[in-house]
């Protein structure tokens, strides 16, 4: 069924590529957006998101000739383009804002059980603590910034970050190893990074 469906809009974007856009925009927006959305919602606002959803389409169409539906699937093949095109607005955004919170790095802390507006204090010292992370990670600069961002924000492998990056595997592992010494010496010995980066 799928597999079908995305014959037919495939065929569409080669025949009628007006027709064929709209039709892949229709079947795909709500997840693109959500892809887009989880990444950028706590640090971008609304009007970024849907530029980002909207470049994610853009390339897609730009790139319809090259879709080859026996390795991979049109879905598969926009959630790559949206994760790229998330982690490019994420990178121009951090460079932009100075303090920033990002939520699904850092964890949201809710109000649930605080009293007249004020947080526990468990929650309070872990809000410090997740500043105070994201913080040193972009005082690591660049290259160790991005290579931390793409590893344990967007989950990408080191093999992967290593090709986008033009750097060598091992050398990605270095600056990671290195950058969580760094990171460990400045939170805290006892931190948990992974889970820092995951809460």
Sequence with gaps: ?????EEKILAL???KPEAGLEKLMNTYAGLIYTIVCNKLSAICPKED???CVSSVFFEAFEKRAGIDLSKGTIKSFLATIAKRRAIDMFRKSMKEHTTVLPLHILGEITPEGAEGGTQPQGQ???LDT??????????LGEPDTEIFIRKYYFGQSTKVIAGLMNFKENTIDKRVSRGLRKLRTIVGADIDFQ???DS
């Design 13 to 15: 974007l080669m025949k």
């Design 130 to 139: 997740r500043n105070l992370l994201i913080s040193s990670i972009k005082a």
């Design 1 to 5: 069924m799928v597999f079908l469906l």
């Design 195 to 197: 889970e820092r980066m």
């Design 49 to 51: 998101i849907e530029e």
């Design 124 to 126: 309070c010292d872990r």
